[in-house]
Each structure stands twice: as structure tokens, then as C-alpha cells.
């Protein structure tokens, strides 16, 4: 199975400080369709999670264009220009070029 | 608007069996496949099944494959989870989720397994 591993575990950022979360996977996510299917999900508390990114940069409709994501083959970055209270929550990868589907372990965001 | 609402949750003993279903609404059901994901309490998110447009095919990962089955019936825009053979590893809330993107989820159910 594809390991996604995402850094920090943990992040801790102030309102308008830009952050950046790392996925690294195991193999690469370069489909032989030639897409990425690399997505980027928010869980706030208590919710359910959220689809923010998905394909690697691809901005979900509806998702504040200060969320952007970048990468390839295995290694893959969310980043958040300018955090908003609203951001907090766990950030997970997940990956579904190779089966079985698998996410990352996820990543917390608290607001200092 | 988007609606995935899941139901059939509760306390099941280990061994026992269990059925979820998910209403759809707001959207073409039989345009996309559909899935469930889980997750334990206080844990991350595992995928546990997958299902085609038109149902002719699924995908389970080796953790609940033999045990659980996903089903749906697009006449009644409603996707289903039977759950047979339920272990304590099995408690967690159980999402529905749309399309190969994961772009909408449902609000959740929890079963838990536990005598």
C-alpha cells in the first residue's frame, strides 16, 4: 500500500502567518493516465472533512484561493497564505492512483 | 445543493451484523461512483469500499474484504454498507463520500462494536 507520510504532525500558526504542510508518498503519484491524483482534505472539529485541493493544485470551488498546493510524483505541498482562524483543524493528503485509496495521518492546525 | 445523509448506526455486539445507508441528493446520482470512508475515534481516515456508476463493480481494501458489503440502488439514490462479521477494530464513524475526488461527505454515523 502507498504510505503518505505528511509533516509537521503538529503546527501552530498566528492569524495572517502563511504555512506550508509536506506529503511525501511512498511511490509516485503519477498516474498512467497522466494525472496526480493527490488531494488535500480539511477536517474542522467536530465536522466532517472538506475537500480543498484536489489533483495536486487544483482549487475545489468554494475554497479560499489562499490555499494552493504543489508538487509531483512524491512529494507534495499544501500551503496557506495568510492563516484564518477558520483554518484550524487536521489537514489530511490523501492518494488514489494506487489502489487501495490511502490518506496521511494528518497534520493539526492550531491558531496561536 | 450536495447532500450525502448516512443512517443505521449504533452499538452492535463483536460477530454481528450491521446495514448503513446513505440518501443522496442534489445531483445526478448515477453519474458517480460512491464510497465509504471511517474513522475510529481520535484516529485518522481509512477508505473501506467503492462502487461504480452502475454498481457492476467494488473495491474493498484487505481489512474488511469477505466482510462488509457495498450495494446501491439508483433508482432510490441511496448507497448501502452491510457489515457482517463486526470486530471491536471495526468502531468508528462511517462516512459516505461522492465521486472519485472525495468532493462531498456526509455528516457521519458511528457504529460501535463492543459486547
Known amino acids: 500500500d502507498v504510505v503518505l507520510t505528511q509533516t509537521p504532525p503538529t503546527l501552530s500558526a498566528t492569524i495572517g502567518q502563511s504555512v506550508s504542510i509536506s506529503c511525501r508518498s511512498s511511490?509516485?503519484?503519477?498516474?498512467?493516465?497522466?494525472?496526480?491524483?493527490l488531494n488535500w482534505l480539511l477536517q474542522r472539529p467536530g465536522q466532517s472533512p472538506q475537500l480543498l485541493i484536489y489533483?495536486?493544485?487544483n482549487l475545489e470551488s468554494g475554497v479560499p484561493n489562499r490555499f494552493s498546493g504543489s508538487g509531483s510524483e512524491t512529494d507534495f505541498t499544501l500551503k496557506i497564505s495568510g492563516v484564518e482562524a477558520e483554518d484550524l483543524g487536521v489537514y489530511y493528503c490523501?492518494?488514489?492512483?494506487?489502489?487501495?485509496?490511502?490518506f496521511g495521518s494528518g497534520t493539526k492546525l492550531e491558531i496561536k | 445543493e450536495v447532500q450525502l445523509v448516512e443512517t443505521g448506526g449504533g452499538l452492535v455486539q463483536p460477530g454481528r451484523s450491521l446495514k448503513l445507508s446513505c440518501v443522496a441528493s442534489?445531483?445526478?446520482?448515477?453519474?458517480?461512483?460512491m464510497s465509504w470512508t471511517r474513522q475510529a475515534p481520535g484516529k485518522g481516515l481509512e477508505w473501506v469500499a467503492s462502487?461504480?456508476?452502475?454498481?457492476?463493480?467494488?473495491y474493498y481494501p484487505d481489512s474488511v474484504k469477505g466482510r462488509f458489503t457495498i450495494s446501491r440502488d439508483n433508482a432510490q439514490n441511496t448507497l448501502y454498507l452491510q457489515m457482517n462479521s463486526l470486530r471491536s477494530e471495526d468502531t468508528a464513524t462511517y462516512y459516505c463520500?461522492?465521486?472519485?475526488?472525495?468532493?462531498?461527505w456526509g455528516q457521519g454515523v458511528m457504529v460501535t462494536v463492543s459486547s
Open positions: 462502487i461504480t456508476n452502475s454498481g457492476g463493480s467494488t
Open positions: 489533483s495536486v493544485s
Open positions: 511511490q509516485s503519484l503519477l498516474d498512467s493516465d497522466g494525472d496526480t491524483y
Open positions: 490523501m492518494q488514489a492512483t494506487h489502489a487501495p485509496l490511502t
Open positions: 442534489g445531483f445526478t446520482f448515477n453519474n458517480y461512483w
Open positions: 463520500t461522492r465521486g472519485n475526488n472525495y468532493d462531498y
